[in-house]
């Protein structure tokens, strides 16, 4: 069973930064990351919407130009947010990546960048036309929900994804029937506990996103 380190490992490192892909990588298999486009056009590497949580400033990060993104520290580190290309420079050699798309529209200029990795590639989202953009591109793509298991699973055949990558208390028997039935990778998110880890490696998910690889036992 994979594990995948959620933003890095959010539990352990300031969430999406590049201190946060490093120091994870030798603890995980893959590293999740999230990414969308910001005020002036780049692809920059942070999850919400807006900067508020994250950074001492407010607004959202569609306008927000990249020279003020870099500007703001995440949380309370001296961490930065990054660019897309420059996360994907700091992934270690053998880890690999996850890339969960926040919106449309940015194939152009993501999926170049994931066509010069040896690594193992995966993009996610929620988002079934940012999904149907990456599949025309042939780049492994995962379907993201946290309800409705079954239309899901439908929805990510209709999408021709690789993968499913359900909310974790969604996954039963029944899923991962399904699931196998049409060939799909599982990829439960995100994990909490141990105790969840050890229920969904018995029911035979691939692989586990988790905020703290240490709640993943050997075995």
Known sequence: MNVIGHRGCADHFPENSLAAIRGSAEHVDMIEIDVQRCGSGEIVVFHDDTLDRLTDSTGRVSETPLEKLQS????????????????????????????????????????????????????????????????????????????????????????GCNSIHPLYELVDESLIEQAREHGFTVNAWTVPTTEDVVELRELGVDGVIVDDWLIVPEG
Do not use: H
């Open 72 to 159: 703001l520290r995440i949380g309370n580190s001296e961490e930065r947010i990054p660019t897309l290309e420059a996360a994907l420079d700091a992934l270690p050699a053998g880890t690999g990546i996850n890339v969960e798309l926040k919106e449309a529209g940015m194939v152009d200029d993501v999926a170049p960048l994931l066509r010069e990795l040896d690594q193992e590639v995966i993009v996610s989202s929620f988002e079934s036309e940012a999904l149907a953009e990456f599949a025309r591109e042939s780049i492994p793509t995962a379907y993201l929900f946290a309800g409705s298991g079954s239309e899901s699973v439908e929805t990510a055949v209709e999408l």
